[in-house]
């Protein structure tokens, strides 16, 4: 089992930005050892919806409210990966969850506890 832990949320105003890390204490070759990594979010209310992803070779994903805005990157010399998030939103305001998937046939999915972003207008 293989433990996420985020970090970098706050409170920041619209226009403001933040960068989310990810890494995996126990096991940080896990970083750039795996099937894939994603970034998720879920704000109150709202089921969790699908941000980022930074694909194994590197390529990159995003979704349409975010493309332009954030950027997904991975450092292996600090085997972390981030979420470079620039001019946010008030609805940008979420729990913010880092994700990958690993092990046999990548089938183990892996999730953090969350880190909290707050835009205010």
């Known amino acids: 089992q293989v433990q996420l832990v985020e970090s970098g949320g706050g409170s920041v105003q619209a226009g403001g930005s933040l960068r989310l890390s990810c890494t995996a204490p126990?096991?940080?070759?896990?970083?750039?050892?795996?099937?894939?990594m994603h970034w998720f979010r879920q704000a109150a209310g709202k089921q969790r919806e699908w941000v980022s992803t930074?694909?194994?070779?590197?390529?990159?994903g995003y979704a349409d409210s975010v493309k332009g805005r954030f950027t997904v990157s991975k450092d292996k010399s600090k085997d972390t990966m981030y979420l470079q998030m620039d001019g946010l939103k008030p609805e940008d305001t979420a729990t913010y969850f880092c994700?990958?998937?690993?092990?046999?046939?990548?089938?183990?999915?892996?999730w953090g506890q969350g880190t909290q972003v707050t835009v205010s207008s």
């Open positions: 930074i694909a194994s070779d590197g390529s990159t």
């Open positions: 994700n990958a998937r690993g092990g046999s046939y990548c089938r183990s999915d892996y």
């Open positions: 126990a096991a940080p070759e896990f970083i750039s050892n795996n099937c894939g």
